[in-house]
């Protein structure tokens, strides 16, 4: 089955700058890779998610690539605010040929300082 | 529009008790997903329905959990003779579904459930 590493675990940063959490994941037939924020007591919030057919995607300060010949994408955060901290966590899916399951990395706690 | 929600927020049960959480789905959602997150183990897929398909238990740990979903939209995950490995948050996801490649799941909050 699809396996998907994250790194770091944790990421501390202080407010205004970029934050880059990257992912890698095993299975070549996956095809969508979203990206949730968790925040403390609430579920996760999808924040962009990227398809295998392009290389990057950006919504205002978040941004996500990937690279499908190294099986592995990331996430980047410009311009970081306080309220930017949170767990983010990235996943993987074969799409319809699992069910749209979603297999994830273990999270990164991002820690924005003011 | 609404959400995913979730009932109850909280759950606290003895060891050896059955429990039932319910999922509310985003209306006109024909996917629906549960999931579990535990500090040992991250977010794990559990049971997935679509329409009035057979539904994917392929993630379910043990034949103590079950799941259903009436009339195509709530749905009840029942965790029987709960053991303290249970204690989790229990996470209920919905997708557009049908045709069109919907890929985006949507979550609820969650039901974190403690056995003592």
């Known amino acids: 089955g699809e396996n998907v590493e994250q790194h770091p675990s944790t990421l501390s940063v202080q407010e205004g700058d970029s934050a880059v959490i990257k992912c890698t994941y095993s299975?070549?037939?996956?095809?969508?890779f979203p990206w949730y924020k968790q925040e403390l007591g609430k579920g996760p919030q999808l924040i962009i998610d990227?398809?295998?057919?392009?290389g990057e995607k950006k919504d205002q300060r978040i941004a996500v690539t990937l690279n499908k010949t190294a099986k592995h994408f990331s996430l980047h955060i410009t311009e970081t605010q306080p309220e930017d901290s949170a767990v983010y966590f990235c996943a993987a899916s074969r799409g319809g040929g699992s069910n749209y399951k979603l297999t994830f990395g273990k999270g990164t706690l991002l820690t924005v300082n003011p | 529009g609404a959400g995913v929600s979730q009932s109850p927020s909280n759950k606290v049960t003895e060891k050896g008790k059955d429990v039932e959480l319910r999922c509310d789905p985003i209306?006109?959602?024909?996917?629906l997903y549960w999931y579990r997150q535990s500090l040992g183990q991250g977010l794990e897929f559990l049971i997935y329905f679509q329409g009035n398909s057979a539904p994917d238990k392929s993630g379910l740990p043990s034949d103590r959990f079950s799941a259903e979903r009436t009339g195509g939209s709530v749905s009840t995950l029942t965790i029987q003779r709960t053991q303290q490995e249970d204690s989790a948050v229990y996470l209920c996801?919905?997708?557009?579904?049908?045709?069109?490649?919907?890929?985006?799941?949507?979550f609820g909050p969650g039901t974190r459930l403690t056995v003592t």
């Open positions: 996801a919905s997708r557009a579904g049908s045709t069109g490649g919907n890929y985006e799941q949507y």
């Open positions: 299975d070549s037939a996956s095809n969508y």
């Open positions: 990227i398809r295998s057919n392009v």
């Open positions: 209306s006109g959602h024909t996917a």
